[in-house]
């Protein structure tokens, strides 16, 4: 006689349950894991420490918490503007979609939140920036 429990996905007959089929072929990784997509264009190892070296670089002496982070933001825009527009959609979806012990996610994490939601605008604009340069 078969056996039927909560986390069996054989009915009583020993078919294999609709559900469980379907719950099967929907399996995805999870949101936190890195996107094919991404990892498949994902950028230079050298690039990406220079930028976390940016953000995690100690202040000056003598500057202010407010003038060292707008120097910080303005040197990360413009590392951004020298991106192609692959690039910049690859380091915009990783910041967006972080994966869990990503350091260039988490130094980025560190800036305040409308020091990060500018950047990260202006890593979404380009493509248009690229359109209207040429």
């Not at 230079?44 to 202040?59: G, K, R």
Request: contains cysteine.
């Amino acid at each position: 006689m078969a056996r039927s429990t909560l986390t069996d996905d054989r009915s009583v007959t020993g078919e294999t349950s609709l559900l469980a089929q379907a719950a099967r072929q929907r399996a995805r990784p999870s949101p936190r894991s890195p996107d094919p997509a991404v990892a498949a264009h994902d950028l230079d190892p050298h690039q990406v420490q220079q930028l976390i070296d940016l953000i995690v670089e100690p202040l000056r002496n003598g500057e202010t918490f407010s003038a060292g982070y707008d120097r910080k933001e303005r040197a990360l825009g413009e590392r951004f503007a020298r991106l192609t527009v692959l690039e910049a959609w690859v380091l915009h979806r990783r910041l967006t979609c972080a994966a869990v012990g990503d350091p260039l996610a988490a130094a980025f994490g560190r800036l305040v939140a409308e020091r990060r939601a500018r950047l990260m605008v202006f890593l979404a604009d380009a493509r248009r920036r690229a359109a209207r340069a040429g």
